[in-house]
């Protein structure tokens, strides 16, 4: 199997080498940008199979580099971020991410996140229904698409798919450790301490408006969601 290009856009040097070296040792090939015009001639020409972009760059910053570069391509993103306040503008904005981590971060965890996506991207749709519904809320698979109440809801990667491991559950609780592994490639022998569940239930919830409530929350073990 050919290994996977990751395009690293950021400008803070030692970070940069130390991202390339640690993805070298997963076993990917990176390419470093310093700049976000850089990155996108980057993600344009060598057309990486995915991107790790800090938001704060020189010049282009990350969200102006990933808005242009969605105008010709669909490759996923992990934004970088040294603000919790930013996570609300990474996952609001119109082109949503795939992914985020805060500054600091743990390497092992980056390469938990970056093989979660891939093998999202690389799943066949075919093993699902083409559509659901519960209550006020309509997912078509196919399509990406989300209606609450019959208007249609922007959600970002990881919120749709978050959604759809909770209607696939059929009113099942979800646990933390499930939704870990199975959207971030988290296993919990692998002591890594996140709240990212949370952070993207809390996330999820407000995109479902009024509709929000469905998403029930199991005290110290997960969630479901909750039917008519």
């Known amino acids: 199997m050919a290994k ?26 990176p390419l470093l940008a310093n700049s976000g015009e850089t990155g996108l001639k980057m993600a344009l020409e060598r057309k990486p199979d995915l991107i790790i972009s800090d ?9 102006e580099m990933v808005r242009a570069l969605r105008l ?3 490759v996923p ?6 603000k919790r306040a930013e996570i609300d503008r990474i996952l609001g904005f119109e082109l949503g991410a795939d992914d985020y981590l805060a500054k600091p971060f743990s390497m092992r965890e980056l390469i938990c996140r970056i093989n979660a996506v891939l093998r999202r991207m690389n799943r066949p749709e075919s093993a699902r229904p083409s559509s659901a519904r519960v209550g006020g809320i309509e997912v078509h698979y196919d399509r990406r698409l989300v209606r609450v109440n019959g208007k249609e809801r922007h959600l970002a990667t990881l919120e749709f798919e978050l959604l759809a491991l909770l209607i696939e559950a059929q009113g099942k609780v979800v646990s933390r450790e499930e939704l870990l592994k199975k959207l971030w490639g988290i296993d919990k022998s692998m002591d890594i301490r996140t709240r990212t569940v949370d952070q993207h239930v ?19 073990f997960g969630y479901r969601i909750k039917a008519d």
């Open 4 to 29: 996977a290009k990751i395009l690293v856009v950021e400008d803070e040097k030692d970070l940069a080498r130390l991202l390339s070296y640690n993805l070298k040792k997963g076993g990917f090939i």
């Open 202 to 220: 809390a996330r999820l919830r407000r995109g479902l408006l009024s509709e929000k409530k469905r998403i029930v929350t199991v005290p110290n």
């Open 55 to 63: 938001i704060r760059l020189p010049k282009m910053d990350g969200l």
């Open 77 to 82: 993103v992990i934004f970088l971020t040294s």
């Open 72 to 74: 010709k391509s669909l």
